[in-house]
């Protein structure tokens, strides 16, 4: 059982640059979430999806956007990639409300130059 | 606009000791979670306590919640090197969306 699979693990851009990142979960969770962790700010959610087909927005939304298709997957896009965009993301995915237990991925150290 | 405030920031023991770690929050909430990260790991969920508990256990792990406070502590007892990591606390509260909110973590380093 894989649980939360990020893809990819590492990724340098530059400035401007585009990317996706795919956030893959087998555990038939209905809600997913985007966050971004820098140096002793915690985890700050970025955007979060309660159902196939459906997202919104978290706490610092700006810059990026999401993509639910499919109900095990959830991809983050950075349409235009900035400095400040520099950090380690993680994917994060629950069964739903009452409890919401959280299960992460691996992570995705993104650097933008 | 983080709900959960662990304390220490920082914490360094010797093997066998015990640690603690705080966290404060600001609203309401329907529970309150602990997670563990290890370095350059994701997040692993270690404990929940409902707003309705005072206390949990789990192994080692001991929880305690004041909602009178805002606050939770927990408790590693008889700590090894292998609990070294981040622990974050994160709330829950329904009212706030289907959400977690995470505190910014406690660097536990367990010395041997």
């Known amino acids: 059982n894989a649980g939360v699979t990020q893809t990819p693990k590492f990724r340098v851009l530059k400035t401007g640059q585009s990317m996706t990142l795919l956030c893959a979960q087998d555990?038939?969770?209905?809600?997913m979430y985007w966050y971004r962790q820098d140096p002793g700010m915690g985890l700050r959610l970025i955007h979060y999806?309660?159902?196939?087909?459906?997202?919104a927005k978290g706490e610092v939304p700006d810059g990026y956007n999401v993509s639910r298709l499919k109900k095990q997957n959830f991809l983050l896009g950075l349409e235009s990639a900035a400095p400040s965009q520099t950090s380690v993301y993680f994917c994060?995915?629950?069964?739903?409300?009452?409890?919401?237990?959280?299960?992460f991925g691996a992570g995705t150290r993104l650097s933008v130059l | 606009s983080q709900q959960g405030e662990e304390d220490p920031q920082a914490l360094s023991i010797q093997e066998g000791e015990n640690a603690t770690m705080n966290c404060s929050y600001k609203?309401?909430?329907?529970?309150l979670q602990w997670y563990r990260q290890n370095s350059g790991r994701g997040l692993v969920h270690l404990i929940l306590?409902?707003?309705?508990?005072r206390e949990k256990h789990s192994g080692r792990l001991r929880v305690t919640l004041d909602t009178s406070k805002k606050s939770s502590s927990l408790l590693i007892t008889a700590s090894r090197a292998a609990d070294t990591a981040s622990y974050f606390c994160?709330?829950?509260?329904?009212?706030?969306?289907?959400?977690?909110?995470f505190g910014a973590g406690t660097i536990l380093r367990v010395k041997s």
């Open positions: 994160a709330t829950y509260d329904m009212e706030y969306g289907n959400k977690l909110v």
């Open positions: 555990m038939n969770h209905e809600y």
């Open positions: 994060a995915s629950s069964l739903g409300l009452a409890v919401n237990i959280q299960y």
């Open positions: 999806s309660v159902g196939e087909g459906t997202t």
């Open positions: 609203t309401s909430i329907n529970n």
């Open positions: 306590i409902r707003s309705n508990e």
